[in-house]
């Protein structure tokens, strides 16, 4: 049957509030949980990925867990450590002890940041890539990665990982028209990440079908995700005022961006 009792944790933040509008429309019944109180969701639970007590509380009877709670650009490695590892490890103890068998975890194109991006008629970057993490906040997203395959391995807790690109309302710059994801698309690519059968451990890339797109779409498409957004509708505006990649500008030459050189730093 179709998971419908989602656990999306992460939901105060920019992604989680656009997945709380847009995923009831496919027919979950969602249950939150943020570090940070939601103001119009009352019954949201306050918890912090540290807190395996209230963890265990959140996922007990919920079909699968939309993950995206955790530090989402970069920070010390000490932060890094106790939000997106250990956090990530706890959410997944949870589960497995309270039984859960699926989880959509938000991993990050920056888990593969350094792999310089594809030029001219470069094919493109395979899922199967070696990992190039290009922050601590990168290398957390690789260790959540490995985290899930081996709770599949070893317990049989099912994971998509979705190696996201950049999921805002709308792409503001070049690169972005490469790697964005329309939240549309985003609800889509869940919806299928939480429903495809037999997923094991699945690595997939988020983002719409753009015409600049540097990464394959295959794997996302094996569970069933059609994307029906395209960035390039944005380009004219955007080169328009920030110019084409530039080859020799280091800024431009990998996956991750400006994450390789000047990460924006999380500001908490
Ligand atoms: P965000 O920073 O707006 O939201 C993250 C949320 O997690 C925040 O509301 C924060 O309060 C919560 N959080 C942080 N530490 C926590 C903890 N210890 N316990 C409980 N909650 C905690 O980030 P955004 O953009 O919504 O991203 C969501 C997820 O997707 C993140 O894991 C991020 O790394 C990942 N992602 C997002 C992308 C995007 O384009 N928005 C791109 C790639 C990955
Ligand atoms: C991410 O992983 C960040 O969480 C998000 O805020 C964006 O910066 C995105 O990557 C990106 O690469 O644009």
Known sequence: PAPRTVLLTGAAGGLGTLMRGLLPAYGYDLRLLDIRPIDDEPRALTADLADRDALREAVRGTDAVLHLAGISLESTFDKILKANIEGTYHLYEAAREEGVRRIVFASSN????????????????????????DTFYGLSKSFGEDLAQFYWDKHGIETVSVRIGSCFPEPT????????????????????????????????????????????????????????DDSERYAPKLIAEQGELDPANPDHAHLGGHFCTNPPVWPY
């Open 110 to 133: 920056h888990a593969v940041g350094f792999t310089p991006r594809p030029r001219g008629d470069d094919p493109l970057i395979p899922v199967g890539t070696p990992r190039r993490p």
């Open 173 to 228: 710059s070049v690169r972005m028209l490469s790697v964005w994801m329309s939240p549309d698309d985003g609800a889509r690519l869940f919806h299928a990440a939480l429903t495809a059968e037999d997923v094991r451990h699945t690595v997939v890339y988020g983002s719409s079908a753009n015409t600049r797109l540097w990464w394959d779409l295959a794997s996302a498409r094996a569970l069933g995700y059609e994307p029906r």
